[in-house]
T-cell receptor, first 112, second 113 residues
């Protein structure tokens, strides 16, 4: 059974720190991997989509990497701000399935 | 574009009642997904449609749940009869194709008493 795991479940950092969120998945045969952000009481917002042929994607202060062979992805947030506080979810589209399998997320709190 | 639109945003009902959740996908998107989110189980796919046709409904928990997509701009998720364990946030998402970025609606928070 394909599974996606995110560690840690929660993370608290002071403003200005660089941080890394981790995502691991059980099968290296994937189409792509997507990182989302969810604010309390809101829907999910797509941050980055990495295709299986790519190693990383960048958007502003965010950088996502993908290592298929080890079944891992990381989301790097540079110079964190209180506005980055949210839950970050990793979702994998495994080969043979056109739907996403989600991790349970990492709840990030950036304190001023 | 207004994004994915869901209604109602909140629904409180009593056990045994019928509940209908509605979704309008982004115009031009051919794939539509219904998810359920709970603290215990996280985000789970219930069903997805491609070009208005249900492709994978393996996540639908039981016969009390049904979903329809009568046209490219509208979908419903119905629960009949509802039970307290159905309480969750239900999200609708759409994408250009099934392999592309998914865009989520704001969700419907369902409480079954």
């Amino acid at each position: 059974k394909q599974e996606v795991t995110q560690i840690p479940a929660a993370l608290s950092v002071p403003e200005g720190e660089n941080l890394v969120l981790n995502c691991s998945f059980t099968d290296s045969a994937i189409y792509n991997l997507q990182w989302f952000r969810q604010d309390p009481g809101k829907g999910l917002t797509s941050l980055l989509l990495i295709q299986s042929s790519q190693r990383e994607q960048t958007s502003g202060r965010l950088n996502a990497s993908l290592d298929k062979s080890s079944g891992r992805s990381t989301l790097y947030i540079a110079a964190s701000q209180p506005g980055d506080s949210a839950t970050y979810l990793c979702a994998v589209r495994f080969k043979g399935y056109s739907t996403l399998t989600f991790g349970k997320g990492t709840m990030l709190l950036v304190s001023p | 574009d207004a994004g994915v639109i869901q209604s109602p945003r909140h629904e409180v009902t009593e056990m045994g009642q019928e509940v209908t959740l509605r979704c309008k996908p982004i115009s031009g998107h051919n794939s539509l997904f219904w998810y359920r989110q709970t603290m215990m189980r996280g985000l789970e796919l219930l069903i997805y449609f491609n070009n208005n046709v249900p492709i994978d409904d393996s996540g639908m928990p039981e016969d009390r749940f049904s979903a329809k997509m009568p046209n490219a701009s509208f979908s419903t998720l119905k629960i009949q009869p509802s039970e307290p364990r159905d309480s969750a946030v239900y999200f609708c998402a759409s994408s250009t194709t099934a392999l592309d970025t998914q865009y989520f609606g704001p969700g419907t928070r369902l409480t079954v008493l």
